[in-house]
């Protein structure tokens, strides 16, 4: 089993920076890459980036593409979510998530956060 951890959520302003964190403990080893995804109220949860642990493969959602940047730190288990120049529309419980074959698609991921609430006013 994996647990994951989500922090780093809160309340900000447009324009305002977050850095989301997600520690995992566990089977750390069955993880191929912290993916990270998001869900506002009434949408689909969405992929907005991905890093593997080895750090080979990265992958960032287009609706951030620019903004956010995806990181790790293998030495805490610990994966990270920088967020710049937020806008309302990024207001969303932001979870991390991991699997085997967890990379972008949420089917595949196997293991979940309890997610950490994002807001941003306008």
């Known amino acids: 089993q994996v647990q994951l951890v989500e922090s780093g959520g809160g309340l900000v302003q447009a324009g305002d920076s977050l850095r989301l964190s997600c520690a995992a403990s566990g089977r750390t080893s069955s993880i191929y890459a912290m993916t990270w995804f998001r869900q506002a109220p009434g949408k689909e949860r969405e992929f907005v980036a991905a890093?593997?642990?080895?750090?080979?493969?990265?992958n960032i959602g287009d609706s951030v593409k620019g903004r956010f940047t995806i990181s790790r730190d293998n030495a805490k288990n610990t994966g990270y979510l920088q967020m710049n120049s937020l806008k309302p529309e990024d207001t969303a419980v932001y979870y991390c998530?991991?699997?085997?074959?967890?990379?972008?698609?949420?089917?595949?991921?196997?293991?979940w956060g309890q997610g950490t609430q994002v807001t941003v006013s306008s």
């Open positions: 890093i593997s642990w080895s750090g080979d493969y990265t």
């Open positions: 998530a991991g699997g085997p074959r967890c990379m972008s698609v949420r089917s595949t991921c196997d293991y």
